[in-house]
């Protein structure tokens, strides 16, 4: 039976944390009691225009405080609104929506790129295996005080600002580090060069993928990847980002 529920949700606080990049705590009746590491939610805007609610990756849950931490970039109409509303406001939300990360006991890596770093947080904070987070910035970071709660890690800046000059694998390779199984979340390049890492060392991968989406639960078939397996939904090679999706074996897609 689906989890999935519709809800006022209540802001609990917000600050941007980053050029364009805000976080924002809201409180839940139900929601945040079952979601899961790598699953989103679907906010509505205020303004009737907007019809199409906007999918924002969960960052941190507190069932015990109903509350859900959403990190976001504002990246049009829809989250600029997000960004101007107050402490105390009201949002229409859904979720959670989509599939969360699988847990391991073997050694991980923990990998975020960008606006992809945030929905890394939660699942760092989970898992109990031994893990290492890298984390990929363009220049500026953010959140990597919150990731230190949970264990060593790593940082990687294109302009080599802080951390290791380059990407997370240059970062991995200039530390020195190995783990057994990846979970990364970020823009395609970084994936695609995951994927690949992965498959030259023999090791499990599982990647997060992200994409405009129109209805989050499957229906409207906006948000399709190639896959490399006939999806029973379409009898085609596509899996649903929201709905099979966001987290895949690597394996599975193709990308």
Same mark, same amino acid.
């Given at each position: 039976?689906? #989890?999935?529920?519709?809800?006022?949700?209540?802001?609990?606080? #917000?600050?941007?944390?980053?050029?364009?990049? &805000?976080?924002?705590?809201?409180?839940?009746?139900?929601?945040?009691?079952?979601?899961?590491?790598?699953?989103?939610? !679907?906010?509505?805007?205020?303004?009737?225009?907007?019809?199409?609610?906007?999918?924002?990756?969960?960052?941190?849950?507190?069932?015990?405080? #109903?509350?859900?931490?959403?990190?976001?970039?504002?990246?049009?109409?829809? *989250?600029?609104?997000? !960004?101007?509303?107050?402490?105390?406001?009201?949002?229409?939300?859904?979720?959670?929506?989509?599939?969360?990360?699988?847990? *391991?006991?073997?050694?991980?890596?923990?990998?975020?790129?960008?606006?992809?770093?945030?929905?890394?947080?939660?699942?760092?904070?989970?898992?109990?295996?031994?893990?290492?987070?890298?984390?990929?910035?363009?220049?500026?970071? &953010?959140?990597?005080?919150?990731? #230190?709660?949970?264990?060593?890690?790593?940082?990687? *800046?294109?302009?080599?600002?802080?951390?290791?000059?380059?990407?997370?694998?240059?970062?991995?390779?200039?530390?020195?580090?190995?783990?057994?199984?990846?979970?990364?979340?970020?823009?395609?390049?970084?994936?695609?060069?995951?994927?690949?890492?992965?498959?030259?060392?023999?090791?499990?991968?599982?990647?997060?993928?992200?994409?405009?989406?129109?209805?989050?639960?499957?229906?409207?078939?906006?948000?399709?990847?190639?896959?490399?397996?006939?999806?029973?939904? *379409?009898?085609?090679?596509?899996?649903?980002?929201?709905?099979?999706?966001?987290? &895949?074996?690597?394996?599975?897609?193709? &990308?």
């Amino acid at each position: 039976m689906s #989890k999935k529920k519709r809800e006022e949700a209540v802001i609990i606080s #917000k600050r941007e944390i980053s050029a364009g990049i &805000f976080d924002m705590w809201i409180r839940t009746d139900e929601i945040a009691g079952y979601a899961r590491a790598g699953q989103f939610v !679907s906010l509505y805007c205020k303004d009737g225009s907007r019809l199409l609610p906007r999918p924002i990756s969960i960052c941190e849950i507190e069932p015990e405080k #109903k509350a859900l931490r959403l990190v976001y970039r504002v990246a049009g109409a829809g *989250t600029e609104e997000f !960004s101007r509303m107050d402490t105390g406001e009201k949002l229409k939300i859904v979720g959670p929506l989509g599939n969360g990360f699988p847990f *391991t006991s073997d050694a991980a890596f923990v990998i975020g790129g960008g606006i992809g770093i945030p929905p890394m947080l939660e699942l760092a904070k989970q898992l109990s295996c031994t893990k290492q987070m890298i984390l990929g910035y363009r220049d500026r970071l &953010f959140l990597e005080q919150d990731f #230190k709660k949970y264990g060593d890690v790593y940082v990687a *800046t294109e302009d080599g600002s802080s951390g290791t000059k380059g990407n997370v694998i240059d970062a991995i390779r200039a530390n020195g580090l190995e783990a057994d199984v990846i979970y990364a979340c970020g823009p395609l390049p970084m994936l695609r060069a995951l994927k690949q890492y992965a498959a030259e060392h023999q090791m499990k991968c599982y990647v997060s993928l992200e994409e405009r989406m129109a209805c989050g639960i499957g229906a409207c078939l906006g948000c399709v990847c190639r896959s490399t397996q006939t999806d029973a939904h *379409t009898n085609v090679k596509n899996k649903r980002i929201c709905k099979e999706g966001p987290v &895949f074996e690597a394996g599975e897609v193709d &990308f």
